[in-house]
């Protein structure tokens, strides 16, 4: 990891967050608390909750754009939905006789929305 300055962090920090703020309009709060979580490194979480149609999957997705080479993705989670859809699984294909990793959608993503 390279070493920053704390005024240059404090500084890019605050443009981050300046320019989610202006495609998000209310969610200044959770926006704050994303760019904590993605500066604190790690595996962090963040819940959010509210009636559908408030922004979050949007909030989720400009914090990631805001925030170079990072990712985002989201998963609708239903009742019948198996594990491996979300870490993914090993796969034989029969023809090659190979096998191979399917990837599920939280492997290599920085923001995981994960929708009710």
């Not at 202006?22 to 962090?44: N, P, Q, T, W």
Request: hydrophobic share 40%; net charge neutral.
């Amino acid at each position: 990891m390279t070493k920053i300055a704390h005024g240059e962090l404090r500084r890019k920090a605050l443009n981050v967050l300046e320019e989610y703020n202006r495609f998000v309009f209310g969610y200044e709060d959770i926006g704050a608390k994303m760019l904590i979580a993605s500066i604190a490194g790690r595996v962090c979480h963040i819940l959010t909750e509210g009636v559908p149609g408030l922004a979050k999957t949007h909030s989720v997705k400009t914090m990631s754009r805001c925030i170079s080479d990072t990712t985002a993705t989201r998963i609708q989670f239903t009742p019948d939905m198996m594990p491996k859809e979300i870490t993914g699984s090993k796969v034989r294909d029969l023809d090659t006789r190979q096998s191979y990793i399917d990837w599920g959608k939280i492997v290599d993503v920085n923001f995981l929305v994960a929708d009710e």
